[in-house]
């Protein structure tokens, strides 16, 4: 059995940071932090699939609040890490601006995913109608299936 490395507790106040190990650099660096936890987790599937794509290891580790002090969520690279705490400790709850402008940034994230396909694409000169077309795409789609419609257009535009 492989013995992990031992991860040091982030610096400063309680907050989700996700720290990653990879032992080509046999150190640990911060990947991710954020006050809600789901930016985080956003984050480390993000990274995870980036390493995994380039064949490297690495090992990762979700750092949360609780009880204003810190806890130690594993989190093995593609799964998503231990269940958080409460509720209360998760961030924003449901409805609440913060998810609401989180929901917003992720929706702007993959609206410019898909305008950066079309652009690898050779498609620039896009009229309102077709602004209209992506902004609908962008709300439908999930990260990984923008991403996917990217990468098609990309390659049908010659890009890589």
Do not use: N
Not at 103 to 131: F, P
Request: aromatic share 6%; proline share 11%; with cysteine.
């Amino acid at each position: 059995m492989q013995k992990r490395p031992s991860c040091p507790r982030p610096p400063g106040a309680p907050r989700w940071v996700a720290m990653f190990h990879r032992p080509a650099q046999d150190s640990w660096t911060v990947g991710a932090e954020s006050p809600d936890r789901d930016p985080v987790l956003y984050a480390v599937g993000d990274m995870t699939q980036t390493v995994r794509a380039r064949g490297e290891e690495m090992t990762v580790v979700l750092w949360g609040p609780e009880d204003g002090g810190w806890r130690r969520y594993d989190a093995a690279p593609g799964r998503e890490p231990a269940p958080a705490p409460a509720a209360p400790a998760r961030g924003p709850a449901p409805g609440s601006a913060g998810s609401a402008k989180l929901a917003e940034r992720m929706t702007d994230r993959r609206h410019q995913v898909l305008m950066a396909g079309l652009s690898k694409a050779g498609l620039y000169d896009l009229g309102a109608e077709d602004g209209e077309a992506v902004r609908a795409m962008a709300d439908l789609l999930d990260e990984p299936t923008v991403r996917r419609v990217a990468h098609w257009l990309s390659v049908a535009g010659g890009g890589r």
